[in-house]
């Protein structure tokens, strides 16, 4: 699915000059809850170094797995955030050039573990997708990473049925979590 749906954007975008996340939304109707924060969850990863980035994608993963936890259909969603234009001259060549790889990535994830999606819930995933867009919010340094690759390894697992992704997922954030409330009493130990 992820690269037919890039293959659709790409077709998208050589049609128009912008792009917003409410377009993205409308071409991935069946995965419309998750194809855009798996794309907000890579742009995240690519720009960890920048200081901004964790407020700028932050923000909109935090309302999209808001809706995914809720139900409520992304296409419905009439906020200024989602509507906002992005100028996608730049990356265009770089979309294309995506294609292939989004096809070798696709091959690692296949319907497996089905045993997880008989006790997973939609709301430990969104309650996890949360958690992790809402660190990537906050200005903690060099959380944005290991927000991001939890967020993509529930999302891609949901998306392609892969239990093992979604389990991986859910342990980065159980670590993650560990290690913020360790670091916390750790700080507060030295004052």
Aim: glycine share 6%; hydrophobic share 50%; aromatic share 12%.
């Amino acid at each position: 699915m992820l690269a037919t749906y890039i293959q659709e954007i790409d077709e998208f975008i050589e049609t128009h000059d912008e792009v917003s996340i409410h377009d993205i939304v409308n071409i991935t109707h069946r995965d419309s809850h998750l194809f855009p924060i798996i794309i907000l969850a890579v742009f995240a990863s690519v720009s960890t170094p920048i200081p901004a980035s964790g407020f700028l994608f932050g923000l909109p993963l935090i309302v999209l797995s808001a809706l995914y936890l809720f139900k409520i259909d992304p296409a419905h969603y009439r906020g200024r955030l989602f509507r906002k234009k992005i100028p996608c001259r730049r990356w265009r060549p770089h979309l294309s050039a995506s294609i292939p790889y989004a096809q070798k990535l696709q091959r690692l994830f296949r319907p497996r573990s089905e045993w997880v999606f008989r006790i997973e819930s939609r709301v430990t995933s969104g309650i996890s997708l949360i958690v992790f867009a809402v660190v990537m919010f906050l200005p903690i340094p060099l959380a944005n990473l290991p927000s991001a690759l939890g967020i993509l390894a529930i999302a891609f697992g949901l998306m392609e049925r892969d239990g093992l992704y979604v389990l991986l997922g859910y342990g980065l954030m159980l670590v993650y979590v560990l290690v913020i409330v360790a670091a916390k009493y750790w700080l507060l130990g030295m004052v």
